[in-house]
Nanobody, 117 residues
Framework: VQLQASGGGSVQPGGSLRLSCTTS????????IGWFRQAPGKEREGVSC????????YTADSVQGRFTMSGDSAKNIVYLQMNSLKPEDTAVYFC???????????WGQGTQVTVSS
């Protein structure tokens, strides 16, 4: 299963981007969906995720109040709305779908977000 992440780009500090994650192979509603990012020279970190089983959400402190996850079940798409972007948000962003089985762990190819003036 391959997820497709898109929507990255280059913006100035304070700008906004909306990332999208979709696939034609699984129903995203059936999986815990997470957004992760990896900056050069740093480890991959979790940004935001939502679990369909209990509706629980996680948002990293570093993006709290600026990034919001949402989804469109009909289109099988999950979004990450990113506002008030900062240079430290520069990274490759990945989406992940985590299912009930140990092998039900799928990643997208990543989309580059660059925030600079």
């Amino acid at each position: 299963v391959q997820l497709q992440a898109s929507g990255g780009g280059s913006v100035q500090p304070g700008g906004s981007l909306r990332l999208s994650c979709t696939t034609s192979e699984i129903r995203l509603d059936d999986y815990a969906i997470g957004w992760f990012r990896q900056a050069p020279g740093k480890e991959r970190e979790g940004v935001s995720c939502i679990s369909p089983s209990d509706g629980s959400r996680y948002t990293a402190d570093s993006v709290q109040g600026r990034f919001t996850m949402s989804g469109d079940s009909a289109k099988n798409i999950v979004y990450l709305q990113m506002n008030s972007l900062k240079p430290e948000d520069t990274a490759v962003y990945f989406c992940n779908a985590d299912g009930p089985g140990p092998e039900d762990d799928y990643w997208g190819q990543g989309t580059q977000v660059t925030v600079s003036s």
